[in-house]
């Protein structure tokens, strides 16, 4: 199944900003977050499809999937 991944502020670095991947079905977001070797811990929001989503939700065919770090300031 084809999954679009956007990648947001530091996530990018060495990786990329949108990519659309081949996943075999029944794939979580938790999956896809240790394939791009993303510390769960750095992990500020996590949306599907516009809508928040927690890292089991199970992905499908034409869903978005957007990853964006905690943000750090004040």
């Known amino acids: 199944?084809?999954?679009l991944i956007k990648?947001?502020?530091t996530f990018r670095n060495e990786r990329?900003?949108?990519?659309?991947k081949?996943?075999?079905p029944g794939t979580s977001i938790?999956?896809?977050?240790?394939q791009l070797e993303i510390a769960?811990?750095?992990l500020g929001m996590v949306m599907l499809n516009g809508r928040h989503a927690p890292?089991?939700?199970e992905l499908h065919e034409g869903d978005t999937l957007?990853?964006?770090?905690l943000v750090g300031g004040g």
């Open 1 to 3: 199944m084809k999954v």
């Open 22 to 24: 081949e996943l075999p």
């Open 7 to 9: 990648l947001f502020a």
């Open 66 to 69: 957007s990853l964006f770090p």
């Open 55 to 57: 890292l089991e939700s």
């Open 30 to 34: 938790r999956q896809v977050v240790a």
């Open 40 to 42: 769960e811990e750095a």
């Open 16 to 20: 990329f900003k949108q990519a659309e």
